[in-house]
């Protein structure tokens, strides 16, 4: 990964910004199958492999202006990623030295997306008042190519992005804010690939290359208390949005579901959320938040006839603690809890992610050592699981994803100015989204 920004001051007002990041992910794997009957006898092998390598660009300009109390930025940003990808499965009745490729389940495909956008934002602060405004206009062209079979699936739209912040300081440390935004989600290309994938044997997994991105539209107002140790919070909100991706079942065989990314018509929630940050004392500082809402969506799924809807009220907790107990010593612990959440075929389960971390200062703060304890799971707790039901007409299922658990990682931070200038490494842009 490359990654350059530079900023030129033409003078007090003015400034110029750019930035390139260009990336290379060697994006590949293989999944080996045994199919066992009766304990004892394997009646298949398999071999699923696959080389999908990306390529990701992005360019931006900005030009940013400023008086005392109002700024002004518009740019141009690039965004380009390409992929070309082989696809192949292999399988066998005979021992896993006779495996054939299986062209039913083969293919190459190149993928291309490119983004271009034109921005402004403008900021206003009154006595009592802060305003931003902003625009984006996005135009977005896909191309999918199936090199085996030769079909394209073109897709572009052009697109308008506003937004509108408004904080309303209204005295004895209280405010009121306001806001409205639209947004996208676009698809990655793991989403609209349409090779199917015969990873496990009970499933045929593949995307849909006329996915559609979603659009949402948000809108939000709260209040906003501080504290002289701290603050609270509490807002209302409802959002909509159009497009909702789903990951859907439907029969393919007797045994076999297939499984496949598709579009519901809308999905939209309103709820509430409170919380706040504190230090309860001067080495102890808390933090929390609850969020519950009522969620609804539709839509068509597959080739069933009859359109879907399901709704249900969702919420979500979060508590975590920081002591700094020590000199250059501190810890903490998170837990995130997400309740059991609908979807457009079924429901999907509650999920639960406690974290700890524990941090020690050296050198002034110039080196800090970090040991992270991630997906803590100390019994049967069910830490970073969820389980995936779905239901039709002709199928029930339900399925216990189980991810990684106890990831412990240890992280060196390098401050060489103390805090003003901070050592990072360039975030993925593009290949994390797909891997």
């Given at each position: 990964?490359?990654?350059?920004?530079?900023?030129?001051?033409i003078?007090?007002?003015?400034?110029?910004?750019?930035?390139?990041?260009?990336?290379?992910?060697?994006?590949?794997?293989?999944?080996?199958?045994?199919?066992?009957?009766?304990?004892?006898?394997?009646?298949?092998?398999?071999?699923?492999k696959?080389?999908?390598?990306?390529?990701?660009?992005?360019?931006?300009?900005?030009?940013?202006?400023?008086?005392?109390?109002?700024?002004?930025?518009?740019?141009?940003?690039?965004?380009?990623?390409?992929?070309?990808?082989?696809?192949?499965?292999?399988?066998?009745?005979?021992?896993?030295?006779?495996?054939?490729?299986?062209?039913?389940?083969?293919?190459?495909?190149?993928?291309t997306?490119?983004?271009?956008?034109?921005?402004?934002q403008?900021?206003?602060?009154?006595?009592?008042?802060?305003?931003?405004?902003?625009?984006?206009?996005?135009y977005?062209?896909?191309?999918?190519?199936?090199?085996?079979?030769?079909?394209?699936?073109?897709?572009?739209?052009?697109?308008?992005?506003?937004?509108?912040?408004?904080?309303?300081?209204?005295?004895?440390?209280?405010?009121?804010?306001?806001?409205?935004?639209?947004?996208?989600?676009?698809?990655?290309?793991?989403?609209?690939?349409?090779?199917?994938?015969?990873?496990?044997?009970?499933t045929l997994?593949?995307?849909?290359?006329?996915?559609?991105?979603?659009?949402?539209?948000?809108?939000?107002?709260?209040?906003?208390?501080?504290?002289?140790?701290?603050?609270?919070?509490?807002?209302?909100?409802?959002?909509?949005?159009?497009?909702?991706?789903?990951?859907?079942?439907?029969?393919y065989?007797?045994?076999?579901?297939?499984?496949?990314?598709?579009?519901?018509?809308?999905?939209?929630?309103y709820?509430?959320?409170?919380?706040?940050?504190?230090?309860?004392?001067?080495?102890?500082?808390?933090?929390?938040?609850?969020?519950?809402?009522?969620?609804?969506?539709?839509?068509?799924?597959?080739?069933?006839?009859?359109?879907?809807?399901?709704?249900?009220?969702?919420?979500?907790?979060?508590?975590?603690?920081?002591?700094?107990?020590?000199?250059?010593?501190?810890?903490?612990?998170?837990?995130?809890?997400?309740?059991?959440?609908?979807?457009?075929?079924?429901?999907?389960?509650?999920?639960?992610?406690p974290?700890?971390?524990?941090?020690?200062?050296?050198?002034?703060?110039?080196?800090?050592?970090?040991?992270q304890?991630?997906?803590?799971?100390?019994?049967?707790?069910?830490?970073?699981?969820?389980?995936i039901?779905?239901?039709?007409?002709?199928?029930?299922?339900?399925?216990?994803?189980?991810?990684?658990?106890?990831?412990?990682?240890?992280?060196?931070?390098?401050?060489?100015?103390?805090?003003?200038?901070?050592?990072?490494?360039?975030?993925?842009e593009?290949?994390?989204?797909?891997?």
């Open positions: 990964m490359f990654d350059f920004n530079y900023q030129y001051q003078n007090t007002a003015n400034s110029l910004q750019m930035g390139v990041i260009y990336e290379y992910a060697h994006i590949y794997g293989s999944t080996k199958n045994g199919n066992i009957e009766h304990d004892v006898d394997t009646v298949q092998w398999t071999h699923n696959y080389k999908n390598p990306l390529h990701g660009l992005r360019l931006s300009l900005q030009h940013t202006w400023k008086s005392d109390h109002q700024e002004l930025t518009t740019g141009y940003q690039l965004r380009n990623d390409n992929q070309k990808g082989s696809f192949d499965y292999y399988a066998s009745q005979n021992g896993s030295s006779n495996q054939q490729l299986v062209p039913e389940f083969t293919g190459k495909l190149t993928a997306n490119r983004v271009h956008a034109i921005f402004t403008y900021n206003q602060q009154f006595s009592a008042i802060q305003l931003s405004l902003g625009l984006r206009y996005e977005y062209q896909r191309d999918l190519h199936l090199l085996h079979t030769d079909q394209k699936y073109p897709y572009a739209i052009h697109q308008l992005y506003p937004t509108f912040n408004l904080m309303h300081d209204l005295g004895s440390g209280w405010s009121w804010k306001l806001a409205a935004s639209r947004r996208v989600q676009r698809n990655n290309n793991f989403e609209l690939n349409p090779i199917p994938e015969r990873e496990h044997s009970e997994e593949q995307g849909d290359p006329e996915l559609l991105p979603e659009f949402t539209v948000n809108i939000e107002t709260g209040l906003i208390k501080k504290l002289k140790t701290g603050s609270i919070f509490f807002n209302g909100y409802y959002q909509h949005t159009k497009n909702p991706i789903q990951r859907v079942n439907s029969v065989a007797d045994t076999i579901l297939r499984r496949v990314f598709t579009n519901a018509d809308y999905a939209s929630r709820g509430a959320e409170i919380g706040g940050e504190g230090r309860l004392i001067s080495w102890l500082k808390v933090n929390g938040g609850l969020n519950v809402y009522h969620y609804n969506i539709s839509g068509k799924v597959l080739n069933y006839q009859d359109s879907r809807t399901n709704q249900d009220w969702v919420y979500s907790i979060n508590a975590g603690i920081q002591a700094d107990f020590l000199k250059n010593w501190s810890t903490g612990l998170q837990i995130n809890y997400l309740s059991e959440k609908p979807t457009v075929q079924g429901m999907d389960s509650r999920f639960i992610v974290n700890f971390n524990l941090s020690k200062a050296f050198w002034k703060g110039a080196l800090t050592v970090q040991l304890w991630q997906f803590i799971e100390l019994g049967d707790w069910g830490v970073n699981e969820q389980r039901t779905t239901y039709s007409s002709d199928f029930y299922t339900t399925t216990n994803y189980i991810y990684e658990k106890n990831i412990v990682l240890l992280n060196l931070s390098f401050n060489m100015h103390k805090l003003n200038k901070l050592f990072k490494l360039p975030k993925s593009f290949g994390e989204k797909e891997f």
